[in-house]
């Protein structure tokens, strides 16, 4: 009777190669678990989160710059462009409209331009920078996810998106004001002076919170196939109806306009900028400003936040 045993003999060219792994593949192994040993414990944090988020958020907007850059500066610069340069040039509008104004007190479109047209980046950049991404988050690619798994609240990542969108529509209000300080027809130069830094800061800030909460909560509750409504039914609307080409006090004839613009956030965005730097052109109350500004910055994140978080969990 012949015995077979598992000894591998001198022409096994398989076993001697499996001899040979066998040791090469324990000391892989350990090497890999002592890497995994040695490793440093994560400890994720909130706030190293949220930075985290931000640096990602900044990461996407390079990688968009050119498309974003032009988006911030054509809108203003062709407004400028046409109603402080061209229309004086011809003879009407802005340098007609205001040419009595004038004479009497310095006033020129471009200063009552300059407010308006600020709050009006304020409003459709905080309000694009947040919806526009969010819809196609929220589509089928479902991008959303990966950051909805980070470890933090989901409210959190909400807050994120709001502080993101809030920062470039700071930045595409401030594109505004060399803009308007440097395009002009001879004699239509603005006519600013700060009058108040730490308001003037503030209503940049809330203002640009409340457009971006705004942009949060639409880009949640917006269907994606129903998006050309945005400019339609609301960005249009805002701007033409938000004093932005004319201040508010202007309105008195029109009674029942005046009081039925006083519902479009952007009036006090116009008029919040209009008094800190062109107290001239006139200004709503600064104490019914600042009670939209700051009391619609909260109500609408509230509810934006609120809705954000089912939608994610749904």
């Known amino acids: 009777m012949t015995t077979t045993t598992g000894t591998a003999q001198p022409g096994d060219t398989a ?5 040979e792994a066998a040791p090469r593949a324990a000391a892989l192994s350990g090497g890999a678990a002592s890497i995994i040993t040695d490793a440093p414990e994560p400890h994720p944090t909130l706030v190293k ?6 640096a990602r958020e900044g990461r996407v907007l390079r990688r968009n710059l050119v498309g974003t850059f032009v988006r911030s500066i054509m809108q203003p610069l062709l407004f400028v462009f046409v109603f402080t340069y061209v229309l004086p040039k011809i003879g009407g509008g802005g340098g007609k409209i205001f040419s009595a104004g004038a004479a009497a007190s310095g006033t020129t479109f471009a200063t009552v331009l300059l407010p308006g047209l600020m709050a ?12 526009f991404p969010l819809v196609m988050e929220f589509s089928w690619q479902r991008t959303i996810e990966d950051r909805a ?11 994120q998106k709001i502080t993101a969108g809030a920062i470039q529509a700071v930045i595409g209000g401030l594109i505004v004001i060399p803009i ?9 130069s603005p006519h600013v002076s700060v009058t108040d830094w730490p308001l003037l ?10 457009t971006s909460s705004l942009g949060l909560l639409l880009g949640t509750l917006m269907d994606p196939r129903k998006m050309q409504m945005l400019f339609a039914a609301i960005l249009l609307p805002a701007t033409m109806l938000g004093c932005v080409y004319y201040p508010w006090s202007a309105m008195h004839d029109i009674r029942w306009l005046q009081i039925l613009v ?6 006090y965005l116009s008029e919040g900028l209009r008094a800190v730097l062109t107290p001239q052109t006139g200004h709503l109350a600064l104490w019914a400003i600042m009670l939209v500004l700051v009391g619609g910055t909260a109500l609408v994140g509230y509810f934006g936040i609120k809705a954000f978080t089912r939608r994610v969990l749904n």
């Open 49 to 54: 989160t949220f930075v985290a988020m931000m």
């Open 15 to 19: 076993a001697e190669n499996t001899a």
């Open 149 to 159: 798994l980070a470890p933090v609240p989901i409210r959190v990542l909400a807050i």
């Open 262 to 267: 006083l519902i479009n956030p952007m009036v």
């Open 180 to 188: 308007v300080l440097l395009v002009h027809a001879a004699g239509q």
């Open 201 to 210: 800061i503030v209503i940049l800030i809330c203002g640009s919170l409340l």
């Open 120 to 131: 009006s980046m304020l409003f459709t950049q905080g309000i694009m920078a947040v919806t």
